[in-house]
């Protein structure tokens, strides 16, 4: 009824606008989410060229993440030789225990002697440390719309290897701000870590660019500037 009947609507993502079309009668304008001033103080020059692959993932442990795929594409590093390191951020909702016991299996199995952490829920500057101390970080989801924890990495200057779903691709544009893959293909996903380990150059470029774009979409006087833009427009008419 709201989205039938409204006359301006205000959309996070294109993908929105898309998926919700045939709903949306009014004038949508786009204005993504801000993220933390705080993301923007990072120093890139300050990034850390690590001579290890530290792989970093943040969300919660349930399937619609992927994070069984983001484990299988590491028993392809290790079985390759390549050292890394993986930190996991997030909680493992209650009713997804099962999916946990198996990731553990995995690890247990198939990663034991590999440097992978669970870390549970941790305060925001904690996560941002660790994903601008990694090379990567990695978001294998199924199902997304605008997953603030890209828009931080790329605030950060951090390389995001993430899936060609719902708003994503408009977050990250394949190869230039980021790296996309097919949900579901952890061997994909292998050969874009893969990817980023022999390509010093390309890295720092993606860096720079993801960097450039979350000031123009993500940073809150951009953000505040878009919707007061809005407001004013609609208040005009």
């Known amino acids: 009824y709201v989205l039938k009947n409204s006359k301006n609507i205000i959309s996070i993502n294109p993908f929105v606008n898309k998926n919700l079309g045939n709903l949306i009668k009014g004038k949508i304008f786009n204005v993504e989410n801000c993220i933390p001033e705080s993301f923007f103080d990072y120093s890139l020059k300050k990034k850390q060229s690590n001579n290890i692959l530290k792989l970093v993932f943040v969300g919660t442990i349930e399937p ?56 549970g829920h941790l ?14 970080l990695i978001l294998p989801s199924f199902e997304e719309t605008a997953p603030m924890v890209i828009s931080e990495a790329m605030a950060l200057g ?3 290897i ?36 022999e390509a010093s150059e390309e890295n720092i470029r993606m ?19 878009k919707t007061y833009s809005v407001y004013k427009e609609i208040i005009g008419k």
């Open 158 to 160: 951090t390389i995001v």
């Open 162 to 197: 993430s899936t060609k779903v719902a708003g994503i691709p408009w977050m990250i544009d394949d190869k230039v701000t980021g790296l996309l893959f097919t949900p579901g293909n952890y061997e994909e996903l292998f050969s874009k870590i893969f990817f980023i380990l």
């Open 123 to 136: 305060p925001q500057n904690e996560i941002a440390n660790l994903v601008f101390n990694s090379s990567a």
């Open 64 to 119: 619609r993440k992927g994070v069984l795929d983001l484990l299988l594409a590491c028993v392809k590093l290790k079985d390759s030789s390549i050292d890394f390191s993986l930190d996991i951020i997030g909680s493992v909702p209650s009713n997804y225990s099962d999916y946990f016991n198996k990731i553990k299996e995995i690890v247990d199995q198939k990663l034991n002697k590999s440097n992978i952490k669970f870390h």
């Open 207 to 225: 860096s720079k660019k993801a960097r450039l774009k979350s000031e123009k979409l993500y940073h809150p006087n951009m953000v505040a500037d």
